[in-house]
Each structure stands twice: as C-alpha cells, then as structure tokens.
C-alpha cells in the first residue's frame, strides 16, 4: 500500500475519495490456479499537498502496456454510453477536461467526445496511439514516463 503522494510526497487525505472492495488483484493475466486470484481493497485517494487524485496500492507489472477486451461491440458502448453519462452528471463534468491514463486504442474517448466534454488520453503504446488517430478516439498523448 502506498502512504505518501507518488508526485510530492505528500500525506493524503484520511478519507479516501471512493474505496472500492474485494477487487481482483490482476486482470489481465491467466493465473495456474484458482487460489493464485486475490481479492484486494483498493482506495482512490487524494494528496493533502498538491491534490493529485491516485491509486493507494502498487501497479501490476504490466502496467504500462495494459490492453482491453477487443472489439467493442453496440451493446457494450450503450452500456460505456450510459455510464459516462452518469459519471459526468453526478461529478458535474460537462465544459470540463477528462483525462483518460492509459487510454488504449481510444474506445473510451471516442465515446466520451460525443458528451460536452473535452477529453484526452495518455498511452504507451505506439500501435494504440495509431489505431486512436485513425479512428476518431481523441486526442491522445504519447505516454510520458518511459
């Protein structure tokens, strides 16, 4: 678990932002065994200092080249659709920037660009970076920590 900011090195907050419980540990890679799944409690928190919004607990190793199930088909970008429009009324988003850290091949954008919103990703992967310009995802930055 990490105690102080990744940027300043600042305490934060006590309450965390939003605590999310018995998440999986990893989702990505295909585990040997079925007791290798760990259930974790993550916490969204925010430094006292600089106010940088992050995660409490370390990355998985894979954590820069992170990938999506591909092939986003109507019923799952109703259900994003929806679910974006939720996001942006309750933490009252419209005429604001969102910010998409790793941002994969721009599905995410692509669907966020149609709500008043002005929204970018970060990635790291080049061949995403690519597959988002081609194809109206959003304005997305090369990754900038490599």
């Not at 259930?39 to 969204?44: G, K, L, R, S, V």
């Not at 990635?123 to 988002?132: F, L, P, Q, V, Y």
């Amino acid at each position: 678990m990490i105690t102080k900011c990744r940027i300043c090195g600042g305490e934060f907050f006590e309450k965390p932002i939003l605590s999310l419980k018995n998440m999986p540990e990893s989702a990505q890679g295909f585990l040997a065994y079925k007791s290798d799944n760990q259930a974790m409690d993550i916490n969204i928190v925010q430094c006292k200092f600089c106010g940088t919004i992050q995660l409490d607990c370390n990355t998985v190793s894979y954590y820069k080249d992170v990938i999506r199930v591909g092939g986003e088909t109507k019923t799952t970008s109703n259900i994003r659709r929806e679910q974006f429009k939720e996001f942006i009324k309750k933490y009252n988003l419209e005429n604001k920037k969102i910010v998409e850290i790793g941002s994969g091949n721009g599905d995410f954008l692509k669907i966020l660009n149609e709500f008043n919103v002005d929204c970018y990703g970060i990635e790291h992967s080049n061949e995403n970076i690519t597959i988002s310009s081609m194809g109206g995802g959003g304005e997305i930055r090369e990754y900038f920590f490599r």
